[in-house]
C-alpha cells in the first residue's frame, strides 16, 4: 500500500472513529493534509478574463509577492538592528516602513487569490522565489542597511512597472490598478525617505563665520 492509500485508510478510520465516539464535541485529530488546488493552477471564477490572462497576472504578482515580504521582513530587520546618532528616527522609519510594506504583501497575495490562483505564503516558497539578495545575519552599518532596502525597492519597482504595463495589455485592469496605485506609489514614497538620509548633511550646522 503506498503512502497516500495508508493517509488515506487512516482518515477514513479517524472519521469513522470519530462517528462512533460518544464525544461528539472532541476534535478529530486524525485527519491527513491534502491539496485541493495544487500551486500554479487556476479556479476559474466569472471575472470576464481569460484563464491565460488569470494564469499570467498570477505569476507577476507571486513573484512581487515574494520579493515584497522579503523587503518587509529586511525592514524589520533593520528595525531591530540599526545603531547611531539617528536610530530612534530610523528605527520608527523602519517599522513604519515594515507595516506599509506587509499591507502590501496581503494586498498581493488576495489579488492572486482573486484571479483564482494560489498565493505564496510560507517561509521557505518566498525564499526560494525572491529576487532580493539575501542579507548576512550579523549588524551593518546606516548606509548599508539603506542601500540593501534602496536596491530591493528598485528592483520591485522595475518588475511592478513592467507587470502593470503588461496587465494593462491583457485588460487585467484590476492588477494593474494594484501596482499603480498602491505597489509603486508605497515603494517611491518609501524611497524618498530613505534616499534623503544618504545626503552628506552634517549632524550640527556650521558655525557663524565658517565656511
Known sequence: MNSQATAGARTARGAKAAANSPLQ????????AREI???????????????????????ALN????DTMTLRDMYKKH??????????QLHLLFDKHYQEQAALVDELAERVQM???VSLAMAHDVAETTRIPRPPRGREDVPTQIGRLLQAHEMILEFARQSAHEAAERGDDGTNDLLASDVIRTNEQ???FLAEHLVAQPLLPALPGHA
Do not use: K, M, N
Not at 37 to 59: H, K, M, N, Y
Open 115 to 117: 484571479l483564482g490562483a
Open 79 to 88: 528595525h531591530w538592528q540599526v545603531v547611531g546618532p539617528t536610530f530612534y
Open 190 to 192: 518609501q524611497v524618498w
Open 63 to 66: 513573484q512581487l509577492v515574494a
Open 25 to 32: 464535541a472532541g476534535p478529530i485529530l486524525q485527519w491527513q
Open 37 to 59: 488546488q495544487p500551486f500554479g493552477t487556476i479556479a476559474p471564477l466569472p471575472l470576464g478574463l481569460d484563464e491565460s490572462v488569470c494564469r499570467a497576472s498570477a505569476e
